[in-house]
T-cell receptor, first 113, second 115 residues
Framework: DAGVIQSPRHEVTEMGQEVTLRCKPISGHDYLFWYRQTMMRGLELLIYFNNNVPIDDSGMPEDRFSAKMPNASFSTLKIQPSEPRDSAVYFC???????????FGDGTRLSIL | AQKITQTQPGMFVQEKEAVTLDCTYDTSDQSYGLFWYKQPSSGEMIFLIYQGSYDEQNATEGRYSLNFQKARKSANLVISASQLGDSAMYFCAMKITSGTYKYIFGTGTRLKVLA
């Protein structure tokens, strides 16, 4: 079975550029999560969706960050404009409702120069 | 406040020995789930084991077992017969479903298995 698929795996871009991270959840999962991981702050939940609807975006750091889920099989996380402090590993995860684990993608390692 | 605490930032264990990674949690909810994930140096997050708050038996998955002590609010991970490939970061997480669905992660424990 295909797991959570994230793209790109690595992204290096200059400050001020728009960055788009992509995620394909596991088919049938009705929850999708976006996390950011840094050495300083650990693993932070940015936003999550249930049935394509954003439920809690309280972890989104600034208005520069936005996330969408136009359908059950695709989600994006955008940063515009990007800043060096946005450099981190961004994970997407999906799960079913109930006492099921989240399944994580391999992450996108983002470097903003 | 809902919180996961992992007090061991780093641990060493000799190959083939057992090791316990500590996790305590804080919640006033009656229904919750506890999870452990492994993050090797390659970066992916791998689900290891799950324990529900109403489960009476401790969860086991191969060499992994979860020592669940509800009254003490602890959910320690026990790895038996450690292998070199167990060297990784380990995260404890709690899922709460009352109100807004929440998934809270601890800060992690870095385990190094010595040959």
């Amino acid at each position: 079975d295909a797991g959570v698929i994230q793209s790109p795996r690595h992204e290096v871009t200059e400050m001020g550029q728009e960055v788009t991270l992509r995620c394909k959840p596991i088919s049938g999962h009705d929850y999708l999560f976006w996390y950011r991981q840094t050495m300083m702050r650990g693993l932070e939940l940015l936003i999550y969706f249930n049935n394509n609807v954003p439920i809690d975006d309280s972890g989104m750091p600034e208005d520069r960050f936005s996330a969408k889920m136009p359908n059950a099989s695709f989600s994006t996380l955008k940063i515009q404009p990007s800043e060096p402090r946005d450099s981190a590993v961004y994970f997407c995860a999906s799960s079913w409702i109930g006492n099921q684990p989240q399944h994580f993608g391999d992450g996108t390692r983002l470097s903003i120069l | 406040a809902q919180k996961i605490t992992q007090t061991q930032p780093g641990m060493f264990v000799q190959e083939k020995e057992a090791v316990t990674l500590d996790c305590t949690y804080d919640t006033s909810d009656q229904s919750y789930g506890l999870f452990w994930y492994k993050q090797p140096s390659s970066g992916e997050m791998i689900f290891l084991i799950y324990q529900g708050s109403y489960d009476e038996q401790n969860a086991t998955e191969g060499r992994y077992s979860l020592n669940f002590q509800k009254a003490r609010k602890s959910a320690n991970l026990v790895i038996s017969a450690s292998q070199l490939g167990d060297s990784a970061m380990y995260f404890c997480a709690m899922k709460i479903t009352s109100g807004t669905y929440k998934y809270i992660f601890g800060t992690g424990t870095r385990l190094k298995v010595l040959a």
